[in-house]
């Protein structure tokens, strides 16, 4: 189980849910991958991708103008 | 014991591909989604930009789609390789640079690929919400055997909706679908589609007006046009998609255009690009930020700083002070009168 990181910043939706689903690929059961984003339709987008691919969103928190969604990959 | 059949559908995020995906899982097909990103789709982004926007859904309808039943969904971006059929479609535009046709026919055959690449054996069919006579230009009974064939799709490609109008696939001949409980939808009324919608219990589902791209917008159209021509060459990237949907575009000169902010959410969008492009905004008094696309000479810094005081609180005074900011360069400051209603030419407007 690892911690991964995805630079999403400035794309806009739905680039951070394609980014995301591609990034989440390459992981395994378990990993967490932690989405920045600027774009505030990907708190919507994101947690809907997860949803219907069976993933798991364990949270989000904004810093500064940034937003930062927490995935856990169920594989 | 005979496995199930199962479909890759072609979603918009449209009410039609919400049905067609419905009428096969009444009939046991398992369905999965995939969805294209041409950049051009009405989906996503510009809800992020502009300030009015912001109380809209922010939802992708493409995946309200796919969660309303219950499949999965792939989204694909084709960009890239969708520059080619906008720029050259071999089957011509529709009413604006719409090039609807070339676009079925590639998304088609992009599933088609698709399913070879990430299924050896999964998939047996593909389907799509198309509707004879729904769209004037790729949605005609004569274009329909044109997006089978040329997509390498064949007989494979069935439009539950209105495949009783068509002539037989696969999946019908096979009897892995029932053709008698499929539709024969057709012309541009929406009332049979609303009436399925209602019986299957679908509610708040997208109704976009024109097409489900923006390429069949006029004014956004237009703007692309004016972009390739100012350019001097047909080309584009990303950013450039982005930047057609965002702010005032007036061109003065023929070299250059002023992409001019018209609310705070847009000002705050175009501050991104000013490692690339040279912006200004008025310092003296509130304004909106705004960005140059093209080659300016300095001496027309005055002129344009000009049009710009225009679109602020300064509109009405006799002096503005107005900051460049230039990639890599020290900002300057220029003092001017803002041009006046009549002086911003209403042919410059894109
Ligand atoms: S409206 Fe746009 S996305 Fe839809 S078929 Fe036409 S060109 Fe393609």
């Known amino acids: 189980m690892s911690h991964h990181e995805l630079d999403a910043r400035r794309m806009l939706c739905p680039m951070p849910v394609i980014k995301t689903q591609n990034k989440i690929k390459e992981l395994q059961d378990g990993d967490i991958l932690d989405v920045i984003c600027t774009d505030p339709g990907a708190l919507s987008d994101i947690p809907a991708w997860a949803r219907i691919n069976g993933h798991e969103i364990v949270g989000h928190r904004e810093v500064d103008d940034e937003l930062i969604i927490t995935v856990r990959v169920v594989i | ?350």
């Open chain 2, 1 to 350: 014991m005979t496995r199930k059949h199962k479909a890759v559908a072609l979603i918009s995020g449209g009410l039609d591909s919400l049905l067609a995906v419905r009428v096969m899982q009444e009939q046991g097909i398992e369905v999965e989604g995939i969805n294209f990103y041409t950049g051009f789709c009405v989906e996503g982004h510009t809800h992020a930009i502009r300030n009015h926007d912001k109380d809209k859904q922010k939802r992708n309808n493409a995946l309200w789609v796919a969660e309303q039943l219950g499949i999965k969904l792939h989204i694909v971006d084709v960009i890239e390789e969708y520059k080619e059929v906008l720029l050259n479609p071999k089957h011509g535009y529709g009413a604006n640079m719409n090039p609807c046709l070339d676009c079925k026919i590639f998304m088609v055959k992009k599933a088609v690929e698709w399913v070879k690449e990430n299924y050896d054996d999964g998939f047996d069919f593909i389907i799509t919400g198309e509707v004879i006579g729904q769209r004037p230009m790729s949605q005609r009974k004569e274009t329909m055997p044109i997006i089978s064939n040329e997509s390498g799709a064949d007989d494979i490609l069935l439009r539950p909706l209105c495949a009783k109008n068509l002539p037989e696939t696969k999946p019908e001949l096979e009897g892995w679908v029932d053709r008698e409980k499929l539709f024969g939808f057709s012309g541009r009324n929406r009332k049979p589609q609303m009436a399925l919608a209602e019986q299957y219990g679908f509610k708040d589902y997208a109704t976009p007006a024109g097409g489900c791209c923006f390429l069949t917008d006029k004014k956004y159209s237009d703007k692309l046009v004016d972009l390739w021509k100012g350019r001097g060459t047909r080309e584009y990237e990303m950013d450039d998609i982005m930047l057609l949907k965002v702010g005032r575009h007036i061109r003065p000169k023929p070299e250059f255009k002023l992409i001019i902010a018209r609310d705070a959410g847009e000002s705050k969008y175009l501050e991104g690009y000013r490692k690339q492009f040279i912006t200004l905004h008025a310092v003296s008094h509130n304004g909106p930020l705004a960005m140059i696309d093209g080659d300016i000479d300095s001496d027309d810094f005055e002129f344009v700083a000009g049009i710009v005081a225009r679109y602020g609180q300064g509109r009405d005074a006799e002096e503005v002070s107005v900051e460049f900011a230039m990639p890599d360069q020290d900002k300057k400051t220029l003092k001017i009168k803002p041009l006046s209603t009549d002086e911003v030419l209403k042919e410059w407007h894109v």
